[in-house]
């Protein structure tokens, strides 16, 4: 999949190429990072990015014209998806990461910067995406997050296609408790049961402990997971991993 980020802050993003199993799929080319800095294509002579804003007010507003001449730069593949960065966007979940994993080729992001981006930049995007009700100086931690998740769900990049294919049947419960060695760690025990062997029980006490924690903690994923128990005819099941 290629991966395009149009930013004014590159050298963050490129971070991405830097660590772990992400790090390693660009290595190994299953997926390409490419980044552009509006900056690049400012045609004034101090390179100007940003203007004030018409009608008045506090900031700078990110100007069209440098953003919009890095879009057309880029390459278009046949099964492109451009996204925008914004606290105003549709709240980010799994199955968006799952569907563009699946459906496109190419994902363009857009990060907005300073106090805000001209709006004729949204005619630019397919999608508005927010990843949660805070707001942050940029877009780019959110790209960032959206790659490092489509990334993952990339054949070739993590585990097993069996893994990803029971976590897909599985996306809203939490994952249950782990432990490793030692047994007895200041005082706090592995559950007994982890160490008994009996692998049904582990299974069934594993099962509980996802519901548990999911009623306890995202009581709206929990009530979401009992509804789609019910359509399934009691055949949701699995976790959302940590
Ligand atoms: N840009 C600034 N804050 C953001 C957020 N929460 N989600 C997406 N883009 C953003």
Redesign the pocket.
């Known amino acids: 999949m290629r991966l395009d980020v149009i930013t004014l802050a590159p050298e963050i993003v490129e971070g991405l190429r830097c660590y772990g199993v992400i790090g390693r799929a660009f290595a190994a080319g299953i997926a390409e990072l490419h980044l552009h800095n509006p900056r690049d294509h400012a045609t004034d002579r101090y390179r100007k990015v940003d203007d004030e804003p018409y009608g008045g007010g506090a900031g700078m507003v990110l100007k069209p014209e440098p953003v919009f001449a890095a879009l057309e730069a880029i390459p278009v593949s046949p099964r492109r998806r451009v996204l925008l ?3 105003q ?1 549709r709240p980010l979940s799994q199955a968006d990461l799952r569907r563009w994993a699946r459906e496109h080729d190419q994902l363009v992001f857009l990060c ?1 910067h300073y106090e805000g981006f001209d709006e004729r930049i949204r005619t630019l995007a397919h999608e508005e ?4 009700d ?6 780019e931690l ?1 790209a960032m997050t959206i790659i490092n998740g489509v990334v993952r769900l990339l054949p070739g990049t993590v585990g097993t296609a069996a893994s990803l294919e029971e976590e897909s049947h599985s996306a809203l419960l939490l994952e249950h408790p782990q432990y490793t060695r030692p047994a007895d760690f200041r005082g706090m025990e592995v559950p007994a049961v982890l160490r008994s062997g009996d692998h049904g029980a582990i299974a069934r006490w594993r099962a509980e402990q996802q519901r548990l924690r999911t009623a306890e903690r995202r009581p709206d994923l929990h009530a979401r997971w009992l509804q789609a128990e019910a359509e399934a005819g009691g055949a949701a099941n699995g976790a959302m991993e940590d």
Do not use: A
């Open positions: 960065m914004t606290p966007g907005g995406v927010s990843i949660g805070f707001v942050l100086t940029g877009g959110p």
